[in-house]
């Protein structure tokens, strides 16, 4: 059974930081592209970040380049959300996500779509206060 479990969250004045985790289980974690969405209160969940599975790529949402960064550690199953420079905006539920892929193009590929994930945690909440 895959699990998903993000950890990490809570509340920041603007400004702050956060690292967020989320810890893989029942799955070959290596195989998988991670991404973290996350969703506001009153809108759809969107696109923050992404990391192929070797790390050798990365993607990110315009609106939270220069200030969040992923990263993950294969050999512990984990995935991070290094959070700075915090705003208002950036408050919501944050939710990781594993995506398989197969293939020759495998190791660099990601998405940054919701709907082409395979698996997703439960959330961690993020509530950024001026």
């Known amino acids: 059974q895959v699990q998903l479990v993000e950890s990490g969250g809570g509340l920041v004045q603007a400004g702050g930081s956060l690292r967020l985790s989320c810890a893989a289980s029942?799955?070959?974690?290596?195989?998988?592209?991670m991404g973290w969405f996350r969703q506001a209160p009153g809108k759809e969940r969107e696109f923050v970040a992404a990391i192929a599975r070797t790390s050798d790529r990365t993607y990110y949402a315009d609106s939270v380049k220069g200030r969040i960064s992923i990263s993950r550690d294969n050999a512990k199953n984990m995935v991070y959300l290094q959070m700075n420079s915090l705003k208002l905006d950036d408050t919501g539920v944050y939710y990781c996500?594993?995506?398989?892929?197969?293939?020759?193009?495998?190791?660099?590929?990601?998405?940054?779509?919701?709907?082409?994930?395979?698996?997703w945690g439960q959330g961690t909440q993020v509530t950024v206060s001026s």
């Open positions: 029942g799955l070959t974690f290596s195989r998988f592209a």
């Open positions: 996500a594993a995506k398989y892929y197969s293939g020759i193009y495998a190791y660099t590929a990601l998405s940054t779509v919701a709907n082409e994930y395979d698996y």
